[in-house]
Nanobody
């Protein structure tokens, strides 16, 4: 199970840190990722982090403004988002898959429930 949290209302230019806690089993050998979705739109990849070397990969839309990290001792993955823009507003979901490429393509083995991020202009 994946449990996402940390969403909320923030002004444009502000920051948020999303957390995703994995329970029920260790996820240290899973690649983890974040996606976002707005009503009526497809789910969009945001960021991913591998498990072998903690390599990271970002969507162009958030590159340079966001940092994904993981703490395997806490079974938690984080998404630090800075310089938030109104277009970053969405429901954010975390995901886990055995391979990084699967996460980036949305072929996740596990999905968490979403956490809402709202950015006011």
């Amino acid at each position: 199970q994946l449990q996402a949290s940390g969403g909320g209302l923030v002004q444009a230019g502000g920051s948020l840190r999303l957390s995703c806690v994995a329970t029920g089993r260790p996820f240290s050998n899973y690649a983890m990722g974040w996606f976002r979705q707005n009503p009526g739109k497809e789910r969009e990849f945001v960021a991913a982090i591998g498990w072998r070397d903690s390599s990271t990969y970002y969507a162009d839309s958030v590159k340079g403004r966001s940092t994904i990290s993981r703490d395997d001792a806490k079974n938690t993955v984080y998404l630090q988002m800075n310089s938030l823009k109104p277009e970053d507003a969405a429901v954010y979901y975390c995901a886990a898959a055995t391979e990084m490429v699967h996460v980036t393509r949305g072929w996740a083995d596990y999905w968490g429930q979403g956490t809402q991020v709202t950015v006011s202009s």
